[in-house]
């Protein structure tokens, strides 16, 4: 492949000529680096204190022989590069070998033989002999040789092999063996293996590294200009991504022992956009998309061989690997894999992974979850890096960007946060895409469109750009909707699988008219192995569900006769019968888990369920399918998994109706644990807190008994149940309403709501204090007996406990209830309340109140009672409080 270029080149552009001050030419040398080293003969610098270097073209310069480091032992020198370098491209050196060879003798390229193994030979310095046991015997043409022996100014002339044009080995004409005529040539790999870590090797691992070679030649940089060419057909470029996070992963995946790793992340995520940015900074990246496999491939092997312009990838991966940075396959979209190829994954796994263990290659792969979930527990215990995740087996997680990163990539494509939806603030695709609109907008352009918008707008522009493209120049509205049906009617033959086939492709854009040409120089579509897909896979799911058939695509997903990395495509359809005809269209169309079902039909109802119903701006139409769901969720009757409670925060509904359905969930939570994953039990905490009104809805809770899981290390055991959750959240949240709490318990005429008020007799004596007061005054007579029994247990705690106000509104408290004839049964009671609510009871007369209640109360009361004034200095919103 490079042979040409050296065997066959003018002397001039090749080699360098060395020469001594007086002009006498004492060999040639050739650049072996991209450092401008070069590599002669011993013999054409010995005994120089200054060399001239005949550069092609008739130039020259002088060097020191600073510059020169001697190898005499092996008959070699190396002249560091001067500056700038020489100009001449640097030759590969290939490991030694017996058979043709050529190298150039009297300006002109000369077939020669070389014969290994190499034997011992003599060379002559001018301060010392030198036994050099590895050279090679050069068999010449007669004439040739007689003028070898009568020239030394061809020492140290490459010695090239024919087919690849690298060097095998190096001229000279200073070495003798007894009995010996012929010609001898230096090794250079045997010479660098057997010096070991000298400047030879170090050379030749720089050679191997920076000059590629090719063929019978490969090295480390061959593979690299190999792999590079896959990045140039697949179109990747280089690119930048702002996830430090994924890069270091993918860093540490290759130290590593894993030999598989696998992004997984839904489209528009930017998987793709992270594997190119990390390919093109790493040489030896093999660009790959599964729809480059084919349904005969027995193994990556096959794929990667094609990448690799035909080279052995066996080959290619083991050369890579012995020069330090295994090969790196990159193995992008597996699910456009061949139908075929895709029903034989059990059998391609395992052969793939062979064969990256037997040469030492690494895959990452970028996938959908869907793909993921099945083809990750192919592969053998020890092979993924990454960690597990639900259904999924290890792997790199990959969703929308964290905070910072995407405040800078909004500030980098001059986005307004404000003019951005919640749901895009932080995703990749839609940043990227409304950044392109926004740059095609006038300047008071507004609005904050949803993904759907974001979308819309985009393929609207996309038209318009295509339609100028066809017109070479401005085009109206007109032209710009007809390029924008073309695109549709796209969608709609492709909606099914996601691939056009090369004949409808052809149809719709043809190349006589610069269709062709456009829609994949503006990107909309890209070639995909024989048909095209659009280029971006979450807008191609949005495009294509306009246009499925959900009436006969929900009916073949259940049978399992659509793929389920379509699922994303059907989950949009159905959003978009939502947008057109309301929620309510959903109901009795969108499969739901239930028990029972088979694994097709529940897998799908699993993953619509879980991408339509958060997507869905209003869900109230579809609480009792929620609930539904989130009974037999909590009664184990369907998995969890996908319905963590990131799912159920994120519907539309009301707080009020997210609690009941997440107390309906909770049977369901693990038992608490560190890394055990996130709680149902947690989410419900985390919404009361946010939304304190809803904290008197837990006593709707009272009544459930359903058991909830325990640590088994429970201290002390006891049974926990959905009432007991509700007890403890009330008592954790108990200060965001405490009044009302307090209210609500007393409602609820429940022994737990009784037992919740014991305690907060305990941990909260003055809301207690607060609710006797209100409840004394209301006209209920139950809430009246509350008075009397909370207020005489609250007073009999330390007298520490209470203050001078809580005491008073207890005082206050009992006056009313004795100021009331209708409850003469709960005046001995009240006595006994405001006794020992007594603010500063005299020294030594703990027990007076009941000389007070001896007296009927009547003059204790004067002395004892509150005003109301005093009494409303403590009223809360509900009562008398501080």
Not at 300 to 316: E, K, N, Q
Not at 426 to 442: E, F, G, N, T
Not at 650 to 656: E, G, Q, T, V
Request: charged share 25%; glycine share 10%.
């Amino acid at each position: 492949m490079a042979v040409d270029s050296v065997a066959t080149a003018d002397p001039a552009g090749a080699l360098v000529r060395v020469g001594d001050l007086a002009g006498r030419p004492r060999g040639v040398a050739f650049r072996a680096d991209t450092d401008g080293t070069l590599v002669t003969s011993h013999e054409a610098v010995d005994g120089l204190a200054r060399l001239v270097l005949g550069e092609p073209g008739g130039a020259s310069r002088v060097v020191d022989a600073a510059t020169v480091t001697e190898l005499p032992h092996w008959d070699l020198a190396l002249i560091r590069a001067p500056e700038p370098p020489c100009p001449v491209e640097p030759l590969v050196i290939a490991p030694d070998r017996a058979g043709p060879a050529r190298l150039r003798l009297a300006d002109a390229w000369t077939d020669a033989t070389l014969y290994a193994p190499g034997r011992p030979a003599v060379y002559t310095a001018t301060d010392r002999f030198h036994r050099i046991d590895e050279a090679l015997e050069l068999q010449l043409p007669p004439g040739a040789a007689v003028g070898l022996r009568l020239d030394a100014a061809h020492t140290g002339s490459p010695v090239v092999d024919p087919a690849t044009g690298a060097v095998l080995a190096v001229l000279t004409t200073a070495l003798h063996a007894p009995g010996r005529s012929a010609g001898f040539a230096v090794p250079l790999h045997t010479a660098a293996t057997l010096e070991g870590t000298g400047p030879l090797a170090a050379l030749l691992r720089r050679n191997g590294a920076t000059v590629p070679g090719f063929g019978a030649a490969l090295n480390p940089a061959g593979v690299g200009a190999l792999a590079a060419d896959s990045l140039a057909r697949a179109g990747i470029r280089p690119t930048r991504h702002d996830r430090p996070e994924l890069g270091g992963e993918l860093v540490e995946f290759e130290r590593g022992s894993a030999t598989v790793a696998a992004l997984v992340g839904l489209p528009g995520t930017g998987r793709t956009t992270l594997l190119a940015a990390h390919a093109t900074d790493r040489p030896g990246t093999v660009w790959l998309r599964g729809a480059d496999l084919l349904p005969g491939d027995g193994g990556l092997r096959d794929a990667v061989g094609r990448a690799l312009a035909r080279t052995d990838p066996d080959v290619a991966a083991r050369t890579a690997r012995d020069g330090g940075r295994p090969l790196l396959v990159v193995l992008d979209g597996p699910e456009e894999m061949p139908e075929e190829l895709a029903a034989r994954l059990a059998a391609w796994v395992p052969t793939t992974v062979g064969w990256l263990r037997a040469v030492g290659a690494r895959l990452v792969l970028a996938c959908r979850p869907e793909h993921w979930e099945r083809a990750g527990r192919l592969f053998p215990p020890g092979t993924l890096h990454g960690r597990p995740a639900g259904r999924l087996p290890a792997h790199l997680p990959i969703g929308d960007l964290a905070p910072e990163p995407a405040g800078r990539v909004r500030a980098a494509a001059g986005l307004d946060p404000a003019g951005l939806a919640p749901g895009e603030a932080a995703h990749p695709l839609s940043l990227r895409m409304l950044a392109d609109i926004r740059a095609a907008q006038p300047a008071d352009a507004g609005g904050a469109p949803d993904r759907s918008g974001i979308f819309s707008a985009h393929l609207d522009l996309v038209a318009l750009r295509l339609a100028e493209t066809l017109a070479g120049g401005a085009a109206d509205r007109a032209a710009a909707a007809r390029t924008a049906a073309r695109i549709h009617q796209a969608a709609r033959r492709s909606a099914v699988t996601g691939a056009l086939p090369r004949r409808a492709f052809d149809a719709l854009f043809p190349w006589s008219g610069g269709w062709a040409r456009a829609v994949l120089d503006h990107g909309v579509l890209r070639p995909a192995g024989a048909e095209y897909r659009f280029a971006d896979e979450e807008f191609a799911d949005w495009l294509h569900g306009r246009h499925l058939d959900l009436d006969a695509a929900l009916p073949a997903a259940a049978r399992g006769d659509l793929p389920r990395h379509r699922a994303g495509a059907v989950g949009h359809a159905l959003l978009h019968r939502c947008a057109r005809q309301g929620p309510d269209a959903l109901r009795g169309l969108l499969p739901l888990p239930v028990a029972d079902t088979p694994v097709e039909r529940s897998w799908w109802a699993a993953r619509l369920s879980h991408q339509v119903l958060p997507a869905l701006p209003d869900a109230h139409a579809l609480l009792p399918e929620l609930r539904g769901l989130a009974d037999r969720i909590g009664a184990g009757a369907v998995p969890a998994e996908p319905f963590t409670p990131d799912f159920w925060r994120a519907l539309a509904i009301d707080a009020h109706h997210r609690l009941d359905l997440l107390r309906r969930l909770l049977p369901a939570d693990r038992p608490p644990h560190p890394g055990g994953g996130p709680r149902y039990l947690t989410a419900a905490s985390e919404l009361l807190a946010a939304e304190p009104t809803t904290l008197p809805l837990l006593r709707h809770w009272f009544d459930d008994d359903r058991p909830l899981r325990a640590a088994p290390d429970l201290v002390p055991p006891r049974d926990l149940t959905v009432a007991s959750a509700a007890q403890a959240l009330l008592h954790t949240h108990r200060r965001l309403a405490l009044d009302e709490i307090t209210d609500t318990l007393a409602d609820a005429e429940h022994p737990c709501a009784d037992e919740v008020l014991a305690d907060l007799v305990h941990d909260e004596p003055a809301a207690l204090c607060r609710a006797v007061e209100r409840w004394a005054q209301d006209r209920r007579p139950e809430r009246r007996a509350d008075a009397v029994a909370y207020g005489l247990r609250t007073a009999g705690r330390s007298p520490r406990a209470l203050t001078d106000a809580d005491r008073a509104l207890l005082r206050y408290a009992a006056r009313a209830l004795l100021d009331r004839p209708e409850d003469v049964t709960l005046h001995p009671s009240a006595c006994a309340l405001l006794v020992q609510a007594w603010a500063r009871p005299p020294d030594g007369t703990r027990g007076s109140g009941g000389s007070v209640v001896d007296g009927g109360c009547a003059g204790g009361l004067g002395k004892a009672g509150v005003s109301r004034p005093e009494g409303a200095r403590y009223r809360g919103p509900a009562g008398p409080g501080g």
